[in-house]
Structure formats: structure tokens, C-alpha cells
């Protein structure tokens, strides 16, 4: 259990707690952040999420998203933060900088640095969700519906409802007591997937069109600009299941989303089917994620960081077993 007891007990006497989340934020962090800070509201504590980047238009549904404060720096005046689903520090976007209160790093992925005050890091869980999940029964609260709608969203999401290889029994057993506590599937998952712009699904054309196979049919991967965001008057969230396409290809292995939003690198999605661990890809650029599903950022030129990570992308299948890109 590690730090978890004391992390329980910091928590239960904690007054003002502040609830972060990891920047370029999905439905895992935020709904994680939120079920969090409600579930702390609801227990008459002074709680507040925040994040440095902008919410997604697609979470805006969630209970208590419009209190989601985007911020740079947080109040001094804190008896704990709480920090969910992020690996290192940085992923907070500086807002950890000056923090003196104790930092709870609650995650669920293998690559956490351990840099809270408190760490408690189940890299077997199927989502920061799911640790939120446990981590207020073992305060003793009572799931809310409210609460259990942001959490299912985090499993749900994080699972890729319910079939990749981190949909593990734990994962539909807590699925399942958050149904009991009053979360919807239908109009969760109608939410999530099917309120898209259909300015999106004309960027999606645009960013199919980009497609390209490796010569052994392995590898695939996608390119997208800003200035194709801008065609449609769109954000970066709406990129948010792009690289599903590449990755149900027969064959593929390894997808990557190509994402030159910037003038100077790009940002890069990863997704692995096989044997090859993608978290070790995007490490090798500082970034981090899963074995089947991670992300990076690389400076310099768009060209030649990506063939860089295809190049990374290609030791770590020849690393798996595979033959590689050629």
C-alpha cells in the first residue's frame, strides 16, 4: 500500500485542497480531478480542480466542469494538493511552482517519477478513475451520482470502452458500482462520442487523407496542422480519437498521430496493438504514457522529428520481436 494509509489521513483532515490535473487534458484526468473535488465538496471541505490548459468542448458535460478553474499558479493558502493522472511534475504545467503544501500524487501509469510529498502509483489500475474510486471508499464517502458520472467517464474513456488491455475484472466491478451510485452509460457514452462538429469529421477526412503504411504494414501513421485546425475554426481536442482510425488497421501494430500544431516540433499520439511498449517510445522524447498508449512532445522540425519518432517507433518493434518498419 505504500503511502496510501497516510495519504488517507492527510486527506481526511485537509480543509483546503486544491485537485490538479495533467495539461492537454482527456476524460481520465478531468473526470478524475472532478469526481475528486465533488466528492470533497461534498464532504464540507474548501476543494477546488484546476488545470493549466483549457477544458475540451466534449467534457463540458460533466458535473462540475464549469468550476474548473485554468490557471497558472494555485492559492497559497492550501492544506494538500492533490495531483491525478500525471507521471512527473511537469505534466501540471508549472502549477506545482512555489507549492509548499503537501503534493498526493495519486496515478496509474508505470513511468511516475514518485514526486509527490505522498505517492500512491497502481500502474496496474485501468484508469486514475478507478483510484479515485478507491481512494474515497477508503475515506469513507458516499459515491454521488454527480461523482460517479465524472469517474465512469475516466474508466470508460481510459479502457477504450471496455476493450483494450487495461479492462480488467477490478475495472468492471468499479464500472459497475458506479452504475449502481446513478452514472448513465447511454448518455455518458452519447456525450463522449457522439456530439461531434461536423467541421471535425471534415478534419478527419482531411487527416485520413494523410495516411501512411510501413513497407511490412506495422506501422501507420497521420499528419495534422494548425492550419488544418484553423480551415475548420477548431481546437486540438478535436483530435481526440483520431488515431483510433490508423490503429483498427489489419495488421497495424503501432499507430501514430503526427500533430504540427506549432512552428517549431510537433506533438506526438501513440498507440500500440502488439508487443511493443509505446510509453518507452515516447520516454526516449521525455514524454510518457502506457505501454499500449502514449504521447510526446519533440522540438525542432516537424520532418525530421517525425522521422526520428518512426525511427523509435521501429527499434521498439524490432526490440518486441518484430521486423521493423522495412
Known sequence: MGDFPRMVEVLRAARRVAVLSHINPEADCIGAALGCTLALKEQGKAAMAYNADPLPRVLRFLPGAADLVQATRLPEALDCVVVVDSSNPERVGGLLTGVAAPVLNVDHH??????????????????????????????????????????????????????????????????????EAGALPAQISSALYEQRDAAELRLLSRCLGTLKLSRDGRVAWMEV????????????????????????????????????????????????????????VAATFGGGGHRNAAGCQVPGDPAAARDAVLEAVERGLTGAGGKGRG
Open 110 to 179: 508505470k513511468t511516475n517519477v514518485r514526486f509527490g510529498t505522498l505517492n500512491w502509483v497502481v500502474p496496474g489500475a485501468s484508469s486514475a478513475g478507478e483510484m479515485v474510486f478507491h481512494l474515497l471508499r477508503a475515506l469513507g464517502y458516499t459515491i454521488s451520482a454527480p461523482v460517479a458520472i465524472n469517474l465512469y467517464a475516466a474508466i470508460l474513456t481510459d479502457t477504450g470502452s471496455f476493450h483494450y488491455k487495461n479492462t480488467t475484472p477490478e475495472a468492471l466491478r468499479v464500472a459497475a458500482a458506479l452504475l
Open 225 to 280: 496542422t494548425a492550419g488544418d485546425l484553423a480551415e475548420g475554426s477548431l481546437t486540438p481536442d478535436a483530435l481526440e480519437g483520431f488515431i483510433d482510425y490508423p490503429c483498427s488497421i489489419a495488421g497495424v501494430e503501432v499507430a501514430v498521430l503526427f500533430k504540427a500544431l506549432t512552428g517549431d516540433g510537433i506533438r506526438v499520439s501513440l498507440r500500440s496493438r502488439g508487443r511493443a511498449d509505446v510509453a518507452a
